[in-house]
């Protein structure tokens, strides 16, 4: 068996697993993972991060040592207490998809919020003194003032943690989750002769991945400094 | 309309306010000066509850700010207050800055809100840079917005910490224009500044401290001609001496 053999007989079963006979896997069920994992990890980072620096201690503590315990602790652990331990003390199994998507929402979701909690202290003081002095609430206050400007500034850290999380979907192997490394793995353990290859192959395609992401943010960014300059010229000229 | 009873401040176990009580007056021009670490940018926020106190009572117009259950965000929008940073939100126009408040907090239409911020805009002079952002701006020109900005909630009081602290020599003279009209239209005013010009031709009464304590207190012309305390009088020779040399 010849390697062009290997990828002409398993591409497709690289790309979207056992799909549409079995369940969706692969490379897709990776982007799936990622994304939704981004999509939701971003919004309760924020409310996290926000909760880190807001005045109410009922709300500050709690959020606080949440944050310090899953810090403190690889992600491959809070996959195995989420899989294995959760389902004992609640009585539900959940499957390997939900599982994954929770625990890396968790995990995410903190280091986000140290992120958005960096991004709130990075500007000057007077900027919230300034917005509370003329009335506004503490909640208007980042949200018409603090957050549009901590925002720029968190996007290449934020960048950095979607990256990170496009990788961490890989743990899903360890509890069976059938994306793309799982896959490879099956592959590599029915061919057995191009180990590798076939790992070159699934790190390439992480590669690709984080590179496109991270071109993309840079494509952004540069974008809207553009914009803000041609903004400014075009009110210098008229 | 302001009162100070028996107010205590500190900062860890630095005594940053030392017993000050005091009243000003509704249409009262006041002006505090001191050497720096004297206390009195401590005093001026502690007016709008920026900075919390000990011990004694602030009382604006007869309540007692520093209450808890005091509707605070409220009460704020009823004192303006201009920083020496300026502060500008830099990320909104120079009209943005000053609908912003009106907008989310008096829940008025956007077009009455403009309407409003151009014409305090107006009032500084600055209506023609209204579309402009902050970086766009002088220190001068981002003072006077951000006086306009304080006049939003159209308060009876305004507060300056050191408004002229930050610029350039040649924009104070614009700032301080904007300050004195203010101040003729009759407007509450507690201001923190070093400007001897600014305090002699418009205020009615000058508080000098220092070490976190008010140690004299006077018309303009009694404090500049006749300062009692020596600390005063040191102080007096002092701007005098670095007014001549700059």
Known sequence: MTLSDVISTYWLYFLIGRFPQGPLGGLALTLVLATLGLMLALPVGLLLGLARVSPWRALRWPITALIFVVRGTPLLMVVFWAYFFLPGVTGIQTGQFPTMLMALVLFDSCYLAEIVRAGILGLPRGQGESARSLGLSWLATMRLVILPQALRHMLPSLVNQFISTIKETSLGYIIGLGEVSFVATQINTQVFIYPTAIYLILGLTYFVLCFSLSRFAFWLERRSTRQSARNASALVTT | ?246
């Not at chain 2, 630095?14 to 720096?36: D, Q, R, W």
């Not at chain 2, 952002?133 to 006086?147: D, F, H, N």
């Not at chain 2, 600390?231 to 701007?239: E, G, K, N, V, W």
């Open chain 2, 1 to 246: 309309m302001i009162r100070f009873d028996n107010v205590n401040k500190w900062y860890g176990q630095y005594h940053a306010l030392v017993n000050v009580s005091e009243t000003i007056a509704k249409g009262e021009v006041v002006v505090v000066c001191g050497p720096s670490g004297s206390g009195k940018s401590t005093l001026i926020r502690t007016i709008n509850r920026l900075e919390p106190i000990d011990s004694g009572r602030i009382l604006f117009e007869n309540e007692d700010i520093h209450r808890r259950g005091l509707d605070i965000n409220l009460f704020r929008s009823h004192i303006g207050f201009v920083f020496q940073q300026f502060n500008l939100f830099p990320h909104l126009t120079a009209l943005q800055n000053c609908t912003i408040a009106p907008m989310h907090l008096k829940r008025v239409g956007k077009k009455e809100a403009h309407e409003r911020a151009l014409a305090l805009l107006d009032r500084v002079g600055l209506a023609h840079k209204a579309h402009a952002l902050p970086s766009e701006l002088s220190g001068g020109q981002q003072q006077r917005v951000a006086i306009a900005r304080a006049l939003t909630m159209q308060p009876p009081v305004m507060l300056f910490d050191e408004p002229t602290s930050a610029l350039d020599p040649e924009m104070v003279g614009e700032v301080l224009h904007v300050m004195k009209s203010l101040a003729r239209d009759g407007m509450t005013m507690v201001v923190v500044t070093h400007e001897m010009g600014f305090a002699r031709e418009v205020t009615d009464r000058v508080l000098f401290m220092d070490q976190g304590e008010i140690l004299e207190r006077g018309t303009p012309d009694a404090f500049f001609g006749r300062p009692e305390h020596p600390r005063a009088r040191q102080f007096l020779s002092d701007i005098r001496i670095s007014a001549v040399a700059a």
